[in-house]
């Protein structure tokens, strides 16, 4: 269960009573979540790998520093960052990443996705937290290099999602930059309607937000998953399941 659940005990009649009452909102999310104000775009980035719109400077770096799976690794086999702009209609992140090897083994891409190199991105439209496994409570796009994004659906298998994402990344000098542009669903978003409508966006408003990198560089599963955020207990590996570890993304007219 969630941290944050304060339980009181006292004595009623001689018998011991035991009391669960949730702390406010902070019942929602794990403690030590970080929060990433993102400055508003006039206009939309192109998606194209090349970050050299202005707005990409008025946004400030966030990295991905949390090993969650796999042993110690090197600057030079995987480092990455990112940052967050977004427009009514969209949020956009841009990636940094440095990694020394870029494969793709399972070139379905409904097949073991989360263990060819794969960057994550989840997104909880509400910030509510809470179970996402097979639910849209929470999106959990698993960007391959082929630019699909793939999530499990409400019928618990793996979906295509590529027309909610965006993606375009390029290799330039020793980094990967990644370019995404994303569209949000709330949570009754229905996977056999074709007439789902992305929520609009306006200042204010909190989202979840969560990046991830699984870098493989040649073996069969994964050798490292590294994250945005802590994961303070339990399995590291769940943010596909738990909402609750996702930091909050703040949407502000400025920085
Ligand atoms: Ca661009
Ligand atoms: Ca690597
Ligand atoms: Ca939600
Ligand atoms: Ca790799």
Known sequence: MISKIFVLSWIVSGALSTVAVPAAAATTHYDGRTEYRAPKADAAPVIDGVADEA???EAKWQDLKHRWLGPEF??????GRYKVVWTENKIYILGEFVDDVLIDTYRDPLVQYWDDDCLEIFIDEDFSGGDHQYNHNAFAYHMSLD??????GTDKSPRNYSHHVESHWKQQ????????????????????SETNVPSSLAAGKVMGLMVA????DGSELRENFIGS????YGPKDRGWIDAGLFGSLVLVDSR
């Open 147 to 152: 630019n699909q994004a793939i999530d499990i």
């Open 213 to 216: 990198y699984c870098d493989n």
């Open 55 to 57: 707005v990409w400077q």
């Open 74 to 79: 090197s600057a030079d086999d995987f480092e």
């Open 229 to 232: 955020e802590s994961v303070p």
């Open 173 to 192: 000098g020793n980094n990967i930059i990644w370019e995404l542009a994303i569209d949000i669903y709330t949570d009754s978003y229905d996977d056999e």
